[in-house]
T-cell receptor, first 113, second 108 residues
Framework: DTAVSQTPKYLVTQMGNDKSIKCEQN?????MYWYKQDSKKFLKIMFS???????INETVPNRFSPKSPDKAHLNLHINSLELGDSAVYFC????????????FGNGTRLTVT | KNEVEQSPQNLTAQEGEFITINCSYS?????LHWLQQHPGGGIVSLFM???GKKKHGRLIATINIQEKHSSLHITASHPRDSAVYIC??????????FGAGTRLTVKP
């Protein structure tokens, strides 16, 4: 069983569209994250959810919105996609805060044309 | 200046060589993570350590909290070790700051 699964693996769409990326973890972790990896492979945190509460929200445009229907899911919705949104998006989970190992999904490569 | 600095950025080695990747950080931490990202893109957590040294197979991670420095060593390197190695430091509540990564290529 995959511990952290995200779908789709690839997403190609046009500017202005709205899209979602789904993430599910079956590890029973209480914290889930979304990270963005840019073309230079630099990872930056976007959102963190702990027990369905948004803990941090970096300087991310409000076109991005995380949705967590339950502790095992954290989906990422993106409205009015822009060219600069093209990147690889990783979902991850951990038990507790930063002093617990992170478990990553396989990433979603988003290409906006 | 990035709060988490890694060196070198790129590293090419011959199979069998001993590899060292360094990470220095400027933010206070409770633990430091070493991650591995394979060419296929997936990210795997290798180590999480808050003091001393940890060993897993041919991989060894050390940390010096006073000097805010950690190293990742690979003994008897192999082409399958070729990947990007990333160190990450917890920052505030559930935030994480990442190094830019070290791209390792091990040639047969």
């Amino acid at each position: 069983d995959t511990a952290v699964s995200q779908t789709p693996k690839y997403l190609v769409t046009q500017m202005g569209n709205d899209k979602s990326i789904k993430c599910e973890q079956n590890l029973g972790h209480d914290t889930m994250y979304w990270y963005k990896q840019d073309s230079k492979k630099f990872l930056k945190i976007m959102f963190s959810y702990n027990n369905k509460e948004l803990i941090i929200n970096e300087t991310v445009p409000n076109r991005f919105s995380p949705k967590s229907p339950d502790k095992a899911h954290l989906n990422l919705h993106i409205n009015s996609l822009e060219l600069g949104d093209s990147a690889v998006y990783f979902c991850a989970s951990s038990q507790g805060q930063g002093n617990s190992p992170l478990h990553f999904g396989n990433g979603t490569r988003l290409t906006v044309t | 200046k990035n709060e988490v600095e890694q060196s070198p950025q790129n590293l090419t080695a011959q199979e069998g060589e001993f590899i060292t990747i360094n990470c220095s950080y400027s933010v206070g931490i409770s633990a430091l993570h070493w991650l591995q990202q394979h060419p296929g893109g997936g990210i795997v957590s290798l180590f999480m350590l808050s003091s001393g040294k940890k060993k897993h197979g041919r991989l060894i991670a050390t940390i010096n909290i006073q000097e805010k420095h950690s190293s990742l060593h690979i003994t008897a390197s192999h082409p399958r070790d070729s990947a990007v190695y990333i160190c990450a430091v917890p920052y505030n509540n559930n935030d994480m700051r990442f190094g830019a990564g070290t791209r390792l290529t091990v040639k047969p």
